[in-house]
């Protein structure tokens, strides 16, 4: 039951912290992607089911405040849930190289993934989406930056 109320409480803190003060925590007007970083988190501390679980949650979540195609970041956040739990047992999470390298390739495969998404489904113009190199390298390399300051709180914390 512990657990079960740890998971619901930084569900909501995470969900708070990227959808009312991302954008006053950021670099150059581009702010990180917590959920991306706390569900890997998940990934390399309890495995692939509770990184899948929390993924498609977070994902599910977001669509539903979105105007993007639905089902979009569901699909991406359990995708990088599994990678990230699948890879638990290989890397080392509290090194610092470790956590951006990860979040780094994370990153890469959730925007990857989303523009993949975007190709085979087109929008028909009505969503404004930029998949410009620099943008999103920019947005990826932010969040790799922020994942070991959060990857730290996390552990201090210890509540999951």
């Known amino acids: 039951m512990k657990k079960l109320i740890s998971y619901l409480f930084l569900y909501f803190v995470f969900c708070i912290l990227q959808f009312f003060f991302g954008r006053y925590i950021n670099v ?40 993007d195609i639905f089902g979009v970041r569901t699909v991406m956040f359990t995708v990088i849930g599994y990678l990230a739990g699948r890879f638990c047992r290989n890397f080392n999470r509290e090194k610092i190289f470790t956590q951006v390298v990860i979040i780094f390739f994370a990153g890469a495969v959730y925007w990857l993934g989303f523009s993949l998404i975007y190709f085979v489904f087109p929008d028909n113009g009505n969503c404004v989406f930029s998949f410009s190199i620099l943008s999103v390298s920019s947005k990826i390399v932010v969040t790799a930056v922020f994942a070991p300051v959060v990857f730290y709180i996390l552990e201090k914390m210890d509540i999951i």
């Open 28 to 67: 150059c007007g581009i702010f990180p992607n917590f959920i991306l970083i706390f569900v890997v988190y998940i990934g390399l501390s309890k495995g692939i089911i509770n990184a899948q679980l929390m993924g498609f949650l977070f994902g599910l979540i977001w669509d539903v405040f979105s105007t």
